[in-house]
């Protein structure tokens, strides 16, 4: 028994200097690569973004734990990741009708203190988490807010009519209920 508890807690001491030295090696790697390709890749704009970190974070752990993977094909794979993302945001940027393909709109919940049931079902936002962000944001009535919209983050953002404006700024938004 005492081997076999042994042998789980360490099961080789040549496995730890090799996690050293990958990690001591990798993790400044993984620094450079990212502040070479710049802020937008680790950013949560939106789930495609979202999956290429949870990507970095998985090609990482491979690197680091899998004796199979070399440490030039780890960083490698790091690179084409973070590549990959950035050719893809220069993509949007570029030519703006990959834009649907590759992310989606912001969408309006709530219009005028009216909450666009239909819209919160398809989204699968519930009444409750729309109050809660009303809330956040200080208002104490539904009927005091131009809008609530469902940012390509998953987050919500509550415009009070007191800040509404010229609405501007819902000029992307999409809003199914008019």
Same mark, same amino acid.
Request: no cysteine; net charge positive; hydrophobic share 50%.
């Given at each position: 028994?005492?081997g076999?508890v042994?042998?789980?807690?360490?099961?080789?001491p040549?496995?730890l200097v090799r996690?050293l030295?990958?990690?001591?090696?990798?993790y400044?790697?993984?620094?450079v690569?990212?502040?070479?390709? *710049?802020?937008?890749?680790?950013?949560?704009?939106?789930a495609f973004?979202f999956?290429v970190?949870?990507a970095l =974070?998985?090609?990482?752990a491979t690197?680091?734990?899998?004796r199979d993977?070399s440490?030039?094909e =780890?960083?490698?794979?790091l690179?084409?990741?973070?590549?990959?993302?950035?050719?893809?945001a220069l993509?949007?940027?570029?030519?703006?009708?990959?834009?649907r393909?590759?992310?989606?709109?912001p969408?309006i919940?709530?219009r005028? =203190?009216q909450?666009?049931?239909? &819209?919160?079902?398809? &989204?699968?936002? &519930?009444?409750s988490?729309?109050?809660?962000?009303?809330?956040s944001? *200080?208002a =104490?009535d539904l009927?005091?807010?131009a809008?609530?919209v469902l940012e390509?983050d998953?987050?919500?953002s509550?415009?009070?009519?007191?800040?509404?404006?010229d *609405?501007?700024?819902?000029a992307?938004?999409?809003?199914e *209920?008019?």
């Open positions: 028994m005492t076999y042994t042998a789980m807690v360490l099961n080789n040549a496995d996690l030295v990958i990690a001591v090696i990798v400044p790697a993984l620094v690569i990212l502040r070479v390709s *710049g802020k937008r890749t680790l950013s949560k704009l939106n973004d999956v970190t949870v =974070g998985s090609t990482l690197i680091l734990l899998s993977v440490l030039v =780890g960083i490698l794979a690179s084409l990741l973070v590549a990959l993302q950035y050719a893809v993509l949007a940027v570029r030519w703006p009708p990959s834009q393909l590759l992310k989606a709109r969408t919940l709530l005028d =203190g909450l666009r049931r239909e &819209t919160l079902r398809r &989204t699968r936002v &519930t009444e988490e729309i109050r809660q962000a009303a809330r944001a *200080g =104490g009927n005091d807010l809008a609530v390509t998953g987050s919500l509550v415009i009070t009519r007191g800040q509404f404006g *609405g501007s700024t819902l992307d938004v999409r809003d *209920g008019r």
